[in-house]
């Protein structure tokens, strides 16, 4: 067996460096991929190692393997504080019973599920964009969840108590099971949920990160204009913003008209708000030359025409670089 601890305690820099040892052995061939190794923290970051040519049987305290072209975590690579595999975009296979704190399996956009019997504190599943099943023996033992991005899970068990619970993105998320509660928040952020279970009624809410209210999540038709645009938390009415939607700006009193033109769908006009403590909200209302149909296009505050602003919606700077092809 080789262990890079060294008796009886050895000091940070003697166990970093035994680590590193073990590291260099297994990434340069020299060690037997078939002998376990015990050690304290493994980091094989950057190495191009596959799982073959890793050891069979690894116990340690930190395992990274982040962005290694793995397609599998073979059961006999145990880490009890840290299981790192953001990256690993071959991944597609995790071990039934997977056990420990943290388990970070961000932008591993193979893993269709998470493995059976799974026992974590902590999951970072965030950009997982082909994840689709959370088995009910999974479990996330009281830390937190991100599964941000995550646009194809359709469902979730009752996940008992969570610190957070994060699903901004995951749109096709329509439905949370009762029973799962959070200590801190829950960010629902542009994803298909539009009710919440019993058991998270009066959780604390997020807006893509923002701090928000339960009127802003789910009944942002109610909110008022001019109690909106009052708000002094920047971050908070940018959201409101957001949620609304600009047409609902169209009528107050403060809106500026910076210029107007027309195209084939007829006049366009660069409007303006005030807000306080930020940077104006601009947009450009245009109709559809097909439909009719009234657009508010959101642009930066900078534009000062018409033009210029639907130029930068095309990806150019400069308006003059820009040939608008009229729809026959």
């Known amino acids: 067996m080789f262990k890079s601890r060294k008796a009886p305690f050895p000091t940070k820099a003697e166990q970093a460096k035994a680590d590193k040892a073990v590291v260099d052995a297994i990434a340069s061939g020299r060690h037997d991929p078939a002998l376990p190794v015990e050690a304290c923290r493994l980091d094989f970051t950057g190495f191009r190692l596959s799982a073959s040519q890793l050891p069979r049987d690894i116990t340690c305290r930190e395992l990274l393997l982040a962005k290694l072209p793995i397609d599998e975590v073979l059961p006999g690579w145990r880490a009890s504080s840290l299981l790192s595999l953001e990256g690993c975009a071959s991944l597609i296979r995790l071990p039934q019973g997977l056990s420990t704190a943290t388990l970070n399996i961000s932008q591993c956009v193979a893993l269709k599920q998470l493995p059976q019997a799974m026992s974590v504190n902590y999951l970072n599943a965030s950009q997982c964009t082909a994840l689709e099943e959370w088995p009910e023996s999974a479990q996330v033992r009281s830390g937190g969840v991100d599964l941000t991005g995550c646009v194809r899970v359709t469902r979730l068990p009752a996940i008992g108590n969570v610190s957070f619970l994060n699903l901004a993105g995951c749109e096709r998320l329509t439905e949370l099971a009762d029973g799962t509660t959070v200590s801190s928040w829950l960010d629902i952020s542009r994803s298909g949920i539009r009710v919440l279970p019993p058991s998270l009624e009066g959780a604390p809410l997020r807006w893509g990160g923002v701090l928000v209210t339960e009127q802003i999540v789910f009944r942002p038709e109610t909110l008022e204009v001019d109690k909106v645009l009052q708000d002094r938390n920047i971050e908070r009415r940018r959201v409101c913003v ?17 210029d107007t033109d027309s195209d084939r769908g007829g006049t366009r006009r660069l409007l303006q708000i005030p807000l306080r403590g930020d940077e104006p909200l601009a947009v450009v209302d245009v109709r559809c030359p097909s439909t009719g149909r009234q657009y508010l296009v959101r642009v930066p505050p900078a534009m000062r025409t018409c033009r210029q602003a639907m130029a930068w919606t095309a990806g150019f700077d400069n308006p003059d670089e820009v040939e608008f092809v009229e729809e026959t």
């Open 242 to 258: 957001e949620r609304m939607g600009p047409a609902r700006f169209l009528s107050h009193p403060g809106i500026r008209v910076l």
